[in-house]
């Protein structure tokens, strides 16, 4: 007498999908990468005095000063990061601080308003440069942990922009602005750590290369997305329209 079997697959459950593992030793790096890129823009304000002092700047200039940091430091940020979500660069973050290591050289040496100009101008873009890019790097690290991810990501900076006026305190105001080519070696110290966060940032997009991306579905109308970026936007420019004037001319009281 026969005996009818079921038959079984060859093969047990398709297994699922491995979760994404955070790589903290990358967040801590870009976190580091994050504090000594905020540290030498912090400088800049910290010697505002020693730079009206030697230039005998009006408030007028020390103004000029600011600004030309501001709109390279945060205007080029969207055209920056415009076109590296339409290609990707690794390689940007390395660049990026060898243009802040050019300003902090200037700016040590700078023997004119104008070169202090520039050499706010390259710290600037240097930044610009650093925070589209090492935000992803932060993103594509945090295994989905989004929120512990930037949240490490922000710490580094906000250390950093606090660190920087104590040590212009302690290096550059007793000894002069010369003394800001100290901080080229927390400049290169950057280019090192970035160099190899790049290595790690192109090894991940040659993984990814090829793989189907998800489909992007926006809910909301476009102009209600347009109305409420721009309340965003303006809620930001005000904030830092006061942040910059207080922190510009705060040291002069």
Known sequence: MAINQTAQPLSGPAAPPQKARTSFGILGAISLSHLLNDMIQSLILAIYPLLQAEFSLTFVQIGMITLTFQLTSSLFQPVIGYITDKRSMPWSLPVGMCFTLCGLILLALAGSFGMVLLAAALVGTGSSVFHPESSRVARMASGGRHG?????????????????????????????????????????????????????????????????????????????????????????????????????YYTFI
Not at 178 to 183: K, P
Not at 225 to 239: C, D, E, Q, R
């Open 148 to 248: 512990l991810a930037q949240s490490l990501f922000q710490v580094g900076g906000n250390f950093g922009s606090s660190l920087g006026p104590l040590l212009a305190a302690v290096i550059i105001a007793p000894y002069g602005k010369g003394n800001v080519a100290w901080f080229v070696l927390a400049a290169l110290l950057a280019i090192v750590v970035l160099s190899q966060i790049s290595r790690w940032y192109a090894a991940q997009h040659r993984m990814n290369k090829g793989k189907p991306k998800p489909a992007i579905v926006n809910p909301l109308p476009r102009k209600k997305v347009i109305l409420a970026v721009g309340i965003l936007l303006m809620l930001i420019f005000s904030k830092y329209f006061y942040m910059a004037s207080i922190s510009s």
